[in-house]
């Protein structure tokens, strides 16, 4: 946010003394033109609608990824404001052509354990290995995202069902394999959120959704099931 100059500062001060080229980009507070948001969706995935944070964020990972299409930007590194870096391990990996590797986005921190089998060991570094995830592990803190991989999110984000995140995640939907670094180069600091809270405040009990999102729900569920046993056979 352009607004937060308090974590501008701290994060500009943690990256002073690293050798990789970056830039602040300034979020989004809302959804941009070319985003649709199909509110029955959302309430049908999630039992409420978005937050105005969440939506900030959506737009502004969309963002990032709509000016690496227009600028051809071969590769880049997203990292939110409220993490803490191994900047030299990064430094590697920003030299590194992960078009070439078959890498079209690689997770650099996730929240949450999921599904995961080891698919690169020894990436770069001896005892960092590559996983594929299959599940919800959430969050954009930080992750690296080729061009190709900004053009397959831009076109399976284009219309907002869910949050970013969640989205993103969905490999068995949009086909981009959700590969992630372990261990994480990236930590997220213990700082509020800037998306705001309320968004679990709202959270609906199972019990109360409706026979068409228990159905969506279902076939989500069996989607994502089929998705492992794909990457446990390693196709």
Known sequence: MTTAEERRSAFAARAANTQVPWRFFDA???????????????????????????????????????????????????????????????????????????????????????????????????????????????????????????????????????????QMDRSWEHGVRNLALFPAPVLEEFVPSAIGAERFATKRAAAYYSPRQRVTRSMDKLKMHAKRLSVLRGK
């Open 28 to 166: 989004c507070t809302a959804l941009t033109e070319d985003l649709t948001y199909d509110a029955e969706a959302v309430e049908r995935n999630k039992g409420r609608q978005l937050t105005k944070g969440e939506l900030g964020c959506y737009a502004s990972h969309y963002s990032i990824w709509q000016e690496m299409a227009r600028e051809q930007i071969a590769q880049c590194i997203v990292l939110e404001d409220d993490v803490i870096v191994d900047w030299a391990f990064l430094a590697r990996l920003g030299e590194t052509d992960l078009e070439a590797q078959d890498i079209r986005y690689l997770r650099l921190y996730s929240k949450a354990p999921t599904f995961n089998r080891v698919v690169k060991r020894n990436f770069l570094q001896r005892s960092r290995s590559i996983v594929e995830l299959v599940g919800y592990p959430f969050g954009t803190q930080a992750y690296a995202i080729t061009l190709n991989g900004a053009h397959a999110f831009l076109d399976a984000c284009r219309t907002v069902k869910r949050p970013v995140d969640d």
